[in-house]
T-cell receptor
Framework: GAGVSQSPRYKVAKRGQDVALRCDPI?????LFWYQQALGQGPEFLTY????????KSGLPSDRFFAERPEGSVSTLKIQRTQQEDSAVYLC??????????????FGDGTRLSIL | SQQGEEDPQALSIQEGENATMNCSYK?????LQWYRQNSGRGLVHLIL?????REKHSGRLRVTLDTSKKSSSLLITASRAADTASYFC????????????FGRGTQLTVWP
């Protein structure tokens, strides 16, 4: 079946512009996660949704970052007034169950964001 | 903040050799997971080992977990050039919320 799909794959924006990154999780997956991965580092958690509810947004670096999943499937990560330090790969992952231990996460290929 | 610490940071071997990567962590866990990431791609789940398990196998992969030492190892036997990738360990820090805490990864290069 189809995996997690993210778009766009690459995004270049000028400092100060707003960007929106999209994630289509695996159909039927309850949990959805966003991670930020800087070059040469492991992914760092941003936020977590169980269906449409955003249960954890403690990893969002500032109030310029906003995520939503209004119908419990597709999610959008929005970054307002982008800064150069926002340049990174943004990864989306989904898993089948909510609030369960012992589940693997299925990752998309990410959106590589470059802020000029 | 990063949770796991993988070592070595980089590993270079010949095809056919075994590759061993280690991971240390600092908190209690429900499970520890290993992921692979090819350049420019997302992470692919390899193995999940629960805190009450000591060893797990999947094909050419063998994972061990020592909760008393808060460490895990990933062994890839009879490596292939296609195994070239970054390998990450991730833990849940004992939470059920699902978020994972990753280390910085080990870059494995397998030469043909």
């Amino acid at each position: 079946g189809a995996g997690v799909s993210q778009s766009p794959r690459y995004k270049v924006a000028k400092r100060g512009q707003d960007v929106a990154l999209r994630c289509d999780p695996i159909s039927g997956h309850v949990s959805l996660f966003w991670y930020q991965q800087a070059l040469g580092q492991g992914p760092e958690f941003l936020t977590y949704f169980q269906n449409e509810a955003q249960l954890d947004k403690s990893g969002l670096p500032s109030d310029r970052f906003f995520a939503e999943r209004p119908e419990g499937s597709v999610s959008t990560l929005k970054i307002q007034r982008t800064q150069q330090e926002d340049s990174a790969v943004y990864l989306c992952a989904s898993s089948l169950q909510g609030l369960q231990r012992h589940q693997p996460q299925h990752f998309g290929d990410g959106t590589r964001l470059s802020i000029l | 903040s990063q949770q796991g610490e993988e070592d070595p940071q980089a590993l270079s071997i010949q095809e056919g050799e075994n590759a061993t990567m280690n991971c240390s962590y600092k908190t209690s866990i429900n499970n520890l997971q290993w992921y692979r990431q090819n350049s420019g791609r997302g992470l692919v789940h390899l193995i999940l080992i629960r805190s009450n398990e000591r060893e797990k196998h999947s094909g050419r992969l063998r994972v061990t977990l020592d909760t008393s030492k808060k460490s895990s190892s990933l062994l890839i036997t009879a490596s292939r050039a296609a195994d070239t990738a970054s390998y990450f360990c991730a833990t849940d820090r004992g939470s059920t919320l699902g978020r994972l805490y990753f280390g910085r990864g080990t870059q494995l290069t397998v030469w043909p």
